[in-house]
């Protein structure tokens, strides 16, 4: 008989805790809270401020088409015929090389653009001749034109380095050659 007792007991204890949790729940410890206000809050546009990019931020370093006549300035003795663009507006394939090698050089170049040129707000061209051989190694990199401005030179020659190794030249452009001469004005700062 003691232990119906003590099971009812149990019983009875289970449900007043279960009651009691129960409306804990639904009041709340500190009873029924009233009703808040939906509150309402003023819709007001979005506003960006938009600023124009600074000069540090936009590209700094374009090609564009060589001065003067690729095959006559870019040769050198060591290679008396080599293969030469400067530019095309053609599709053939060395157009779309022309267009891939110079993707590739300026976006190289625009991410390792060096500081001194910024700082101190210098500007300006310089032509280079390069010449690859077929794996796109840089074989060598002549300044034919341009600015006289040696800190210009030295930069378009870094960044020759820094941009290497390029893509591979496709026999289709090489025809026939040991090496490709690439003609283009390297413009420092947008000029």
Do not use: C, K
């Not at 009812?8 to 009703?35: E, F, K, N, Q, T």
């Not at 030469?84 to 891939?100: F, N, P, Q, V």
């Not at 170049?109 to 690859?132: C, D, S």
Request: charged share 25%; no cysteine; net charge neutral.
């Amino acid at each position: 008989m003691e232990d119906a007792a003590r099971v009812r007991d149990r019983l009875i204890m289970a449900i007043l805790i279960s009651a009691v949790i129960h409306l804990i729940v639904i009041m709340g410890p500190l009873g029924p809270m009233p009703p808040t206000p939906a509150t309402r809050t003023a819709e007001r546009p979005l506003a960006l401020n938009v600023q124009p990019a600074s000069p540090a931020d936009r590209p700094m370093l374009r090609l564009v088409a060589g001065d003067g006549p690729a095959s006559e300035s870019a040769r050198s003795s060591a290679d008396p015929a080599p293969r030469a663009i400067d530019g095309t507006r053609d599709d053939d394939a060395r157009a779309r090389y022309l267009r891939d090698w110079i993707v590739h050089t300026e976006s190289r170049g625009n991410r390792a653009y060096p500081a001194e040129l910024i700082n101190a707000g210098i500007r300006g061209r310089v032509v280079m001749a390069i010449t690859l051989n077929a794996a796109g190694e840089v074989r060598g990199a002549r300044i034919i034109g341009g600015s006289d401005n040696p800190v210009l030179r030295r930069a378009a020659r870094s960044l020759v380095e820094t941009a290497a190794p390029y893509p591979p030249v496709p026999e289709a452009v090489l025809e026939d050659r040991d090496t490709l001469v690439i003609t283009r004005s390297w413009s420092f700062g947008g000029d």
